[in-house]
């Protein structure tokens, strides 16, 4: 599902972030990615999501080189991914429907099939019933639900997601990390940024650890 093989990325300013990373997650799986702060994670995501470009090294997602594609291929791979953030990133001024119907509208989906679509991503996550409602209306789990409602409304096969966690305590964690592990059982790979040395602990998935831009500990997938 993804392989990275080599990757690096340098800045003018701040030098190599990342070096030689290399890891497989496979179909279905379930990893997360920690190490102390300006390790690299967020800069990982962002290349995998194709919002920067490597300077070395190849990301291949679901069987494609993603590490030098058109321009004009990036909105049709995005696509396949969900991206899940911290800050949960929603419009304020948009009602909670319109916020994960989003994706669907830039994506292009026929105007009839997008309630259906929406309603069947708030069920998923328990949120059905308040598509009407405001972000700011609801609680920090609840905005952190509508993020993940949107990010799995265009049936992605692969979901990157920036602490999901970090605003949550312990209980809404844990519902968040079982809602995550029930996306797995219909195939779909999750790669989970986090600090939460304890949440991490908790749960039996692979632990990718950063250190300086380097992959410390990796593992692999099966696929």
Not at 139 to 144: A, D, I, L, N, V
Request: charged fraction near 25%; charge should be neutral.
């Amino acid at each position: 599902m993804l392989k990275l093989e080599g990757v690096s990325k340098r800045y003018p300013e701040a030098g190599e972030v990342l070096s030689d990373v290399g890891f497989h997650l496979a179909r279905g799986e379930m990893a997360f990615l920690t190490g102390r702060s300006g390790a690299g994670k967020s800069t990982l995501l962002k290349l995998i999501a194709m919002m920067e470009w490597c300077s070395r090294g190849k990301i291949f997602f679901d069987g494609q080189n993603i590490s030098r594609v058109g321009e004009w291929r990036i909105p049709f791979l995005r696509r396949k991914l969900g991206l899940i953030f911290q800050d949960y990133k929603l419009l304020n001024d948009r009602t909670v429907f319109d916020n994960v119907a989003l994706p669907l509208i830039v994506s292009g989906v026929n105007h009839q099939e997008v309630p259906r679509r929406v309603r069947a991503a708030l069920d998923k996550v328990g949120l059905l019933g308040k598509e009407k409602k405001y972000p700011l209306a609801l609680s920090g789990g609840e905005q952190q639900r509508v993020g993940i409602a949107r990010a799995i409304v265009n049936k992605p096969s692969l979901i990157l997601a920036d602490e999901p966690t970090g605003n949550l305590d312990p209980d809404l964690s844990a519902e968040i990390m079982a809602m995550f592990a029930e996306f797995t059982q219909v195939g779909v790979s999750l790669l989970i940024a986090t600090h939460d040395i304890e949440l991490i602990n908790s749960l039996h998935y692979r632990v990718l650890v950063l250190h300086r831009g380097r992959l410390l500990e990796a593992g692999d997938g099966d696929d």
